[in-house]
């Protein structure tokens, strides 16, 4: 009856010359192994579970490999978690290493839950295929026993109604990694939206499920007292949950007094009254997909939620309340012509900002369309017309210059404008705030 080691492990990826990818200091902390840590439960069945996160990011492999060899006297699980595409193959090998070295392993996330890996399937390593609510005691419960099945989750993705556990905030160590020290919290997920590019209906289905407003309330007042400072809710289109406004009101009512940002949809235009009471309830940033300006390249990307005349409004909202939008752009869509692209470059231009980035996932239906044509994807995560990527090099050059002035005008701001420079973003002057919102970065 040995007692459980489990190692949650994120993986980085490989770099086209082959080296892992390592950063000295992470840009923010992922919210998955956390998440899963916190459903984890320090003893199950009458025996001892001892449960410890990694992210190879910003790790040493001196701080983790020897994890991966077992532990005399325990048996040991390593759970390979949030798993995107393009950090597959390093999840596979970690994996496969721990398994060559008497643990236990399985890999789960956003990759496995889209994608086939039959082929890789019954050959030591397990994936699971749907959310940990569904299946880590399982996995947990078939560790104490020595060994897993090859696959967890294979008949149902999603649980009806979400549960999930208070979350324990990440350590003081941990968030010392990390050049913004927050915390992921996911307090609703799936998007109604078919967008042609995007996975998030297949990790998280169509409908908007909830978990109720006093666990996150309860995980927010544990962060705040660990001495967080800033929430990222991870949830894609925060606005769409539907007890939005009474988590805001929780959080106003009682105080709690943490900063947060978060995702939301441009139907946000319409919802003013919810923007207000975010900002009195914290938040200082709002991430919005518009994508782009052009009405045909929404529609052919089953985007045609997006109206770009409403996004000057998006942006007044959010200013009045001393909120920065934070609006993603994407360059390249499969039918959009050279002409279109500098198009959408010069809107970018004229709103004195701009950042692209190059995004193509699998699974999604724009992928499915790519590799019917034969063309494939050169890279899991990209794919790029010739043309955006020269005007992407130009853009970059111009938002070079955007964030040097930016920096110039505020110099605290400079945490801010890194994020621009990990996710393609357009952003408007950061406002002054508005009475009553406290000001943090
Ligand atoms: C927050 C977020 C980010 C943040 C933080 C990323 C990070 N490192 O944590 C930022 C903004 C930095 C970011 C960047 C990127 N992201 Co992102 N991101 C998200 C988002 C919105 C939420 C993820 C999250 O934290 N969820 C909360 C946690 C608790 O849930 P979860 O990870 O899904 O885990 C659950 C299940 O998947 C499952 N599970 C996960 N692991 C395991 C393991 C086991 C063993 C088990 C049993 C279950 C299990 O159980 C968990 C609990 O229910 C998702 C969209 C989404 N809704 O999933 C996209 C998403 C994950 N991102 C995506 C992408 C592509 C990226 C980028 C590559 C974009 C780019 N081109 O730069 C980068 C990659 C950065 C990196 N190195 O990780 C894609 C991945 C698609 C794919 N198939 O790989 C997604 C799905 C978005 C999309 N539109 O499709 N991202
Ligand atoms: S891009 Fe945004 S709105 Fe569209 S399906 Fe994905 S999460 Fe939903």
Same mark, same amino acid.
């Not at 139907?267 to 319409?270: I, P």
């Not at 869509?333 to 959009?336: D, G, I, K, L, T």
């Not at 408007?428 to 009553?436: I, K, M, Q, S």
């Given at each position: 009856m040995k007692p459980l080691k489990v190692v949650l492990f994120k993986p980085s990826k490989y770099n086209p010359d082959g080296h892992v990818q390592r950063f000295w200091r992470g840009f923010l902390p992922n919210a998955t192994g956390n998440h899963i840590k916190s459903m984890t439960p320090r003893e199950m069945n009458g025996r001892l579970i001892e449960s410890q996160y990694i992210d190879e990011n910003v790790y040493h492999p001196s701080e983790y490999l020897h994890l991966m060899e077992g532990t005399p006297g325990y048996e040991t699980l390593v759970a390979l978690v949030g798993v995107q595409s393009h950090q597959f193959q390093r999840a596979l090998d970690l994996a496969a290493y721990a398994k060559d070295r008497g643990c236990m392993s399985i890999i789960g996330g956003p990759h496995p839950m889209t994608c086939d890996t039959t082929i890789l399937q019954g050959h030591g390593v397990s994936f699971a295929l749907a959310e940990a609510e569904i299946v880590w005691p399982a996995i947990l419960a078939d560790a104490m026993d020595g060994e897993l099945r090859p696959v967890y989750g294979a008949a149902q993705r999603w649980t009806k109604e979400l549960d999930p556990p208070v979350l324990q905030p990440p350590t003081r160590d941990a968030l010392r990694r990390y050049v913004l020290p927050l915390m992921g919290v996911y307090p609703a997920r799936g998007c109604p939206f078919l967008c042609n590019f995007c996975s998030v209906i297949k990790i998280a289905g169509r409908r908007v499920r909830s978990q109720p407003i006093a666990t996150t309330i309860q995980t927010l007042r544990a962060a705040k007292a660990a001495g967080v400072k800033t929430i990222f809710f991870?949830?894609? =289109?925060?606005?769409?949950?539907?007890?939005v406004k009474e988590l805001m009101q929780a959080m106003i009512d009682e105080k709690i007094g943490l900063d947060f940002f978060c995702q939301c949809d441009t139907?946000?235009?319409?919802q003013g009254d919810l923007i207000e009471l975010m900002a009195r309830a914290g938040c200082f940033q709002i991430f919005v997909?518009?994508?782009?300006?052009d009405r045909a390249a929404l529609n052919g990307a089953h985007k045609g939620q997006n109206r770009p005349e409403t996004y000057d409004q998006i942006v007044r909202l959010c200013r009045d309340n001393g909120i920065t939008s934070h609006f993603s752009n994407i360059i390249g869509?499969? =039918?959009?012509t050279r002409t279109q692209v500098l198009e959408h470059l010069d809107v970018l231009r004229s709103k004195r900002s701009g950042d692209a980035f190059e995004l193509g996932l699998v699974a999604t239906r724009d992928h499915q369309v790519c590799t019917r044509l034969g063309k494939?994807?050169?890279?899991?995560?990209t794919h790029t017309l010739a043309a955006a990527r020269d005007q992407r090099d130009l853009a970059l050059q111009h938002s070079v210059r955007h964030r040097l002035l930016l920096a110039r005008r505020a110099a605290p701001r400079v945490t801010w404008l890194v994020l621009l420079r990990v996710y393609g973003t357009v952003v408007?002057?950061?406002?002054?705030?508005?009475?009553?919102c406290r000001s943090s970065h």
């Open positions: 991870t949830s894609d =289109n925060l606005n769409k949950y539907a007890e139907q946000a235009e319409r997909g518009v994508e782009s300006f869509f499969p =039918n959009q494939g994807l050169r890279d899991p995560q408007t002057p950061r406002p002054r705030r508005a009475a009553g």
